[in-house]
């Protein structure tokens, strides 16, 4: 084994158990590879791995690898047992102005935090015939540097989103703060569940509003057991 398959085993092992702790299914937690800190050869290895929901940060990144990517996975032979396509998830700070150049490569937005940037997604993807699957960012952290929406706005935002006919809101997603703390990083994922069944209850969204994004490579064995159905992991895989 190489040590990415290693690690992506250690990580998958992890994932395994705690679910298995905790009576949850595995198969309902997606792991999401964050590529931000790889090269080339090493995203082709994971994607040769079977792993095809991968994350970028930054839009320019997410272009130039996801372009690359596709060229890889069309030039190989049709009898390949690699997987064809890749899920893209832009899982970074979204400017308005770069909207249009996410749309039509991610299959999942994970940081809308305000109406208008939300407003400027549905407005492009009507141009472009689409519908874009998204997540709400709430700052269940307070902490000021960070982005997401505040959580006592985040119904009244996610019911204006729910009012836009060309995106989808299918969940939340939320960050905790970095550190050791586990009962700081277990209130914050305590917070966005809270929230998501709270929104799910009062039945403003539709039946599409399942995820629930948090967790990264230093907590999400506490984002597993606080709900989580989508982690972002990038460094436990290729950082070691």
């Known amino acids: 084994m190489t040590k990415i398959s290693e690690r992506i085993k250690r990580v998958k092992d992890t994932i395994d158990s705690v679910c298995t ?17 790889a ?4 995203v082709k290895e994971v994607i040769h791995l079977g ?19 596709a060229d890889f996975l069309q030039g190989r032979d049709t009898d390949s047992s690699s997987p064809r396509k890749v899920n893209w998830h832009m899982i970074g ?6 909207v249009r150049q996410v749309l039509g490569i991610a299959s999942l937005i994970h940081s809308v935090d305000t109406l208008r ?19 709400l960012q709430v700052n269940t952290s307070r902490e000021p540097q960070k982005y997401g929406v505040p959580v006592g706005a985040a119904t009244h935002l996610a019911e204006q989103m729910e009012t836009l006919p060309h995106l989808k809101l299918v969940g939340l997603m939320t960050t905790a703060p970095l550190t050791h703390n586990k009962s700081v990083i277990q209130a ?8 998501f069944i709270e929104i799910q209850g009062e039945g403003i969204i539709g039946p599409q509003f399942t995820e629930l994004s948090m967790g990264m490579s230093s907590d999400y064995e506490v984002a597993i057991e606080e709900g ?13």
Do not use: M, W, Y
């Open 228 to 240: 989580a159905t989508i982690l972002r992991i990038g460094s436990a895989i290729f950082a070691g």
């Open 39 to 42: 090269c080339l050869e090493a």
């Open 93 to 98: 700070h979204l400017q308005r102005n770069k």
């Open 51 to 69: 792993f095809t929901d991968l994350g970028e940060n930054r839009v320019q990144q997410l272009k130039k690898v996801s372009a690359q990517i």
């Open 21 to 37: 702790r905790l009576g949850r299914d595995p198969a309902k937690v997606k792991l999401v590879i964050v590529t931000k800190s």
């Open 117 to 135: 940037l939300a407003e400027e997604i549905n407005a492009s993807a009507e141009k472009l015939n689409l519908c874009p699957k998204v997540l």
């Open 188 to 195: 914050c994922f305590v917070r966005a569940r809270e929230l």
